[in-house]
């Protein structure tokens, strides 16, 4: 099974499907000869753990959740240090403003181009997935200076610890399987994804030419329920994410790997906080 974030779905962190599929449809027939070779990318590491969760041998080298959550936390620490800085050191009052937008234009750009990069090396760059953060950080403290001055104040603490729940939900379903991630999941996600994007486009584009809220899906109860829906789309992603870096931990991958799950899931939590601060800031503007 492939993510639905290009980051984890360029990895290939997918189960070979064989007569003896486990849980969540996922093959757990032990990697026998050749058999697995070509799906596994780690068929021929023999440090990582078997399907059963005994692992054939010990190496430091194979990556753990303790190398997923220490590489998260860095990256998650370098958006919120860049964005704290932007919120304090570029103003968005009126003469100001222009000004702090183009650098965050600016910022969105370069993000854009270096989570690209990343997304199709084969190998992560720890330097470069440090670089995006900041870059992100820069337009994130942008965006939440002008929600949090013009439009609802406060709203942005409250947009981050409607991050965190929504985080620690999703995680707690997934640990209690309450949220079951097989290929049927997978195929919905991934449908649901492409068509909120291409809604997202048409709303772009129709509020470019008339000049208005385009489809009103960013006010209004219709902004609401499409705000909504883009939030239990990013704890989806969050789901399948949690998937592949437990395959990626259980198949023994290369510590580095880390690095990308951090990535990954970076990504999908910058996603949810835009969604959150979206509902949130639509809510308090109407009050």
């Known amino acids: 099974m492939r993510s639905s974030n290009p980051v984890f779905s360029r990895r290939g962190f997918t189960r070979d499907t064989g007569a003896r599929a486990g ?19 780690y068929a021929t590491n023999p440090y990582a753990a078997d399907p059963y969760g005994q692992r054939t041998a010990a190496r430091s080298g194979a990556m753990t959740i303790d190398d997923v959550v220490s590489r998260t936390a860095l990256t998650l620490v370098t958006v919120v240090v860049t964005a704290v800085l932007s919120w304090l050191l570029l ?16 910022a969105t750009l370069v993000a854009l181009v270096l989570g690209l990069i990343q997304s199709f090396k084969r190998r992560p760059t720890p330097a470069l997935i440090l670089a995006y953060a900041a870059f992100e950080g820069v337009f994130l403290g942008v965006l939440s200076s002008v929600v949090s001055t013009y439009i609802a104040s406060g709203v942005v603490v ?6 965190m729940a929504v985080f620690a939900g999703t995680l707690i379903a997934y640990k209690m399987r309450w949220i079951r991630v097989t ?15 291409i809604l997202m486009a048409v709303n772009l584009l129709f509020s470019v ?13 219709l902004g609401v329920a499409f705000g909504i829906v883009g939030i239990l789309l990013g704890a989806c992603f969050l789901a399948l994410d949690f998937k592949q870096v437990e395959d990626g931990v259980a198949y023994g991958a290369p510590r580095e790997e880390a690095w990308l799950a951090a990535f990954g899931l ?11 601060l979206r ?5 308090q503007s109407n009050n």
């Open 158 to 163: 409250q947009a981050v610890l409607g991050t």
């Open 183 to 197: 290929n049927r999941f997978y195929r919905f996600v991934t449908a649901a994804a492409i068509g909120f994007l």
């Open 23 to 41: 849980y969540a449809g996922f093959n757990t027939a032990p990697r026998t000869g050749g058999s697995a070779v070509g799906t596994d990318p």
């Open 209 to 221: 030419f008339t000049h208005g809220d385009g489809l009103g899906f960013r006010s209004g109860g």
């Open 266 to 276: 970076t990504m999908t939590l910058v996603w949810i906080y835009l969604e959150v």
């Open 91 to 106: 103003p968005v009052d009126a003469a100001n403003v222009n000004k702090s937008y183009g650098i965050a234009a600016g």
């Open 279 to 283: 509902v949130l800031s639509i809510l």
